[in-house]
């Protein structure tokens, strides 16, 4: 079992920026990969970004540019360092660990108040 507990969510204003952690736990070798997915209300989940073992990322393309996100192995954690945040940035952020089967946190809500 692995477990996810996010951070960092909260209300922001347009343009600004935020930084989510993801902190692993439990059987947390042989974890692949890990990232995060959003879902905003009245939509389904999407995915964001997703980063291998060996540090290569992936973005979605309404974040490249804007987002950027890490991974820390020695304290387990990624995270999401979100900047020039719009409106549409606004939803409940999901950290996934992908090992063997796919992982979910809990969510943190991040608002992008225009």
């Known amino acids: 079992q692995v477990q996810l507990v996010e951070s960092g969510g909260g209300l922001v204003q347009v343009g600004g920026s935020l930084r989510l952690s993801c902190a692993a736990s439990?059987?947390?070798?042989?974890?692949?990969?890990m990232g995060w997915s959003r879902q905003a209300p009245g939509k389904q989940r999407e995915f964001v970004a997703s980063?291998?073992?060996?540090?290569?990322?992936i973005y979605a393309d309404s974040v490249k540019g804007r987002f950027t996100i890490s991974r820390d192995s020695a304290k387990n954690t990624v995270y999401l360092q979100m900047s020039s945040l719009k409106p549409e940035d606004t939803a409940v952020y999901y950290c996934?660990?992908?090992?063997?089967?796919?992982?979910w946190g809990q969510g943190t809500q991040v608002t992008v108040s225009s």
């Open positions: 996934y660990a992908d090992r063997l089967r796919t992982y």
């Open positions: 439990g059987s947390i070798r042989s974890i692949n990969f």
């Open positions: 980063i291998t073992t060996a540090g290569s990322p």
